[in-house]
């Protein structure tokens, strides 16, 4: 099993940053991918960016893409969402994703507002 805790959330102004952080409670070994999703009201859930535990490579959704970087520390059991140049669009709950061989685990999210 894997806790997931994030943190960084909250309001930022049109075209500030914001850096998300998700910790878990186990290494990432067992891990094949990380990822970050978001879910704004009244919206499905989508996928923001993912990274793979086996080589490392990563894939952002379009609409994200030159503005978020996800990044791990495996050291700290870690993974990170640098957010730039953020729109109000952006606005909504980010979760952390662990997907391992037959399961995957979530958190509990973490809200990002961002203001025009």
């Known amino acids: 099993q894997v806790q997931l805790v994030e943190s960084g959330g909250g309001l930022a102004q049109a075209g500030g940053s914001l850096r998300l952080s998700c910790a878990a409670s186990?290494?990432?070994?067992?891990?094949?991918?990380m990822s970050w999703y978001r879910q704004a009201p009244g919206k499905q859930r989508e996928l923001v960016a993912s990274?793979?535990?086996?080589?490392?490579?990563?894939n952002y959704a379009e609409s994200i893409k030159g503005r978020f970087t996800i990044s791990r520390d495996n050291a700290k059991n870690t993974l990170y969402l640098q957010m730039n140049s953020l729109k109000p669009e952006d606005t909504a709950v980010y979760y952390c994703?662990?997907?391992?061989?037959?399961?995957?685990?979530w958190g509990q999210g973490t809200q990002v507002t961002v203001s025009s």
């Open positions: 186990r290494s990432f070994d067992s891990i094949v991918a």
């Open positions: 990274i793979i535990s086996d080589g490392g490579s990563t």
């Open positions: 994703n662990a997907r391992l061989r037959f399961t995957s685990y």
